[in-house]
């Protein structure tokens, strides 16, 4: 079993550069890929973006791609979530997940394991 927990969301102006964490406790964490999504008002749950077990891949969302990057510290047993130039449109329910396989994945369904999720609130 794996335990997710997520910190340093919150309320942002527009074009600020929040970074979340995510810290893992638990079953080995350094050997399954990592992921973020998120989650607006009224909308389902969506892919932000994904880490294989290495560090050494990664993939991301059109929609944050360029200005959110994703990083591990296996040592740490933490993933985090670094968001640069935050618009409006990015206010959501931000949720790390962890899957056992080693490979990133953009899928929902492949992470069996999820964080309660952070509050990120961008302001215009």
């Known amino acids: 079993q794996v335990q997710l927990v997520e910190s340093g969301g919150g309320l942002v102006q527009a074009g600020g550069s929040p970074r979340l964490s995510c810290a893992a406790s638990g079953r080995t964490f350094s050997n399954g890929a990592m992921g973020w999504f998120r989650q607006a008002p009224g909308k389902e749950r969506e892919f932000v973006a994904t880490i294989n077990w290495t560090g050494r891949s990664t993939y991301y969302a059109d929609s944050v791609k360029g200005r959110f990057t994703i990083s591990r510290d296996n040592a740490k047993n933490t993933v985090y979530l670094q968001m640069n130039s935050l618009k409006p449109e990015d206010t959501a329910v931000y949720y790390c997940?962890?899957?056992?396989?080693?490979?990133?994945?953009?899928?929902?369904?492949?992470?069996?394991?999820w964080g309660q999720g952070t509050q990120v609130t961008v302001s215009s």
């Open positions: 997940a962890g899957r056992s396989s080693s490979g990133d994945s953009s899928f929902l369904y492949e992470y069996a394991y």
